[in-house]
């Protein structure tokens, strides 16, 4: 197999006709394309890894009111950082982000080395794309990208057999990246190639009809827009259950635990979890003696890529507890801290009325 397929367009041609419909119908007012600095660039890039534009923006626009600065962002504690990432999502990439804002300091003298696609891709959380994007965008240097947008527009436009994350397939899908990004008006084609599959070469539902590759696209002319990119082989999404401890003193506060840095909701806060309920009252019995239990509220499931989390309230009350141990704190629902929270548990606790001790309804 031939590491790239014959190209349906000159890069020339493939250039200037994405550049035309970019210029014409393209987005040209995202919040990062005003004031485009590496810094600002850089964190939507981060932001918009496996997340919506429309998501992304109101959580930039806080972001950049906070952390105005790479110094900023250096400076503020982890908690600061996951708070306004609470929702987001995949909140190592929110860590990530912190973690690289202090190397950069230490190492780059603050300022992201954009002047190196090897540098700015051994930060944590960038990989050779979004290294790409962050240095076409914001000095518009010639970097090629090939993130997930990009990918599906090229495998339809050749149609490229095979799942992308295929080493294989991934080479294919570079090399033509590579063979189509130009020299001239790079930051440009970087958000062109990426508006193309974000708005017009969707997943599910690709508006060929507005496309400018729409008559040499092979995927289009063989009917079969929706077989390419091929889905990664299907694993039935596993199961597993935590009991969630909600337990709440007198004054109508909660315990809240912090999570390890790594893993499942690393490093943000959340309720102390366990695998069953007698675990849940060993551990009660240690830390908190004389709680009292209340019945289970409804369970309730969230779902991360790799499998699924049912979910159950478990309540407890008790009057007065002062040494609550090492990572864990009292949260007030009615005068929340700015901590960042596991969205299952923000849902949770934004339902809690305070001093209220009957079960709310579920998130």
């Known amino acids: 197999m031939s590491e790239m397929p014959t190209p349906v367009l000159e890069p020339t041609l493939f250039q200037q006709r994405l550049l035309a419909w970019y210029d014409r119908a393209g987005r040209h007012d995202l919040p990062w394309q005003c004031q485009r600095t590496p810094y600002r660039v850089w964190v939507s890039e981060i932001m918009l890894q496996q997340t919506q534009v429309t998501t992304v923006i109101p959580y930039f626009e806080r972001f950049m009111a906070r952390f105005p600065t790479l110094g900023a962002l250096a400076e503020a504690t982890q908690d600061e950082v996951l708070h306004l990432w609470t929702g987001l999502g995949y909140y190592a990439r929110g860590r990530n982000l912190h973690k690289a804002a202090r190397q950069v300091v230490a190492e780059h003298g603050g300022e992201l080395p954009v002047a190196s696609l090897e540098a700015m891709a051994e930060l944590p959380g960038i990989g050779r794309s979004t290294a790409g994007a962050i240095i076409a965008q914001s000095t518009g240097q010639r970097a090629v990208i090939l993130d997930g947008n990009v990918k599906r527009s090229l495998a339809r436009l050749h149609a490229v057999e095979g799942w992308p994350g295929r080493p294989v397939v991934e080479r294919q899908l570079w090399a033509l990246a590579e063979h189509y990004t130009p020299e001239q008006r790079v930051a440009d084609y970087t958000q062109a190639v990426m508006d193309l599959g974000a708005t017009l070469c969707r997943r599910g539902t690709p508006e060929c009809s507005r496309c400018p590759f729409a008559d040499v696209c092979v995927a289009h002319f063989r009917g079969e827009e929706r077989r390419f990119p091929e889905s990664k082989p299907k694993k039935a999404l596993p199961t597993r259950t ?95 801290e700015r901590i960042g929270l596991a969205a299952p548990v923000k849902a949770l606790l934004a339902s809690l009325a305070p001093f209220a001790l009957a079960a709310p309804a579920g998130p």
């Open 242 to 336: 935590t009991l969630m401890l909600v337990l709440r003193d007198a004054e109508g506060r909660v315990l809240l635990e912090q999570r390890p840095p790594s893993g499942l909701w690393g490093g943000l806060w959340g309720l102390p979890q366990f695998d069953d309920l007698a675990a849940l009252r060993g551990w009660l019995d240690v830390h908190a003696p004389g709680a009292a239990i209340d019945p289970a509220w409804p369970a309730f499931s969230h779902t991360f890529s790799h499998f699924r989390l049912d979910i159950t309230p478990q309540p407890a009350r008790i009057g007065r507890l002062d040494a609550v141990g090492e990572a864990r704190c009292w949260y007030d629902p009615g005068n929340p």
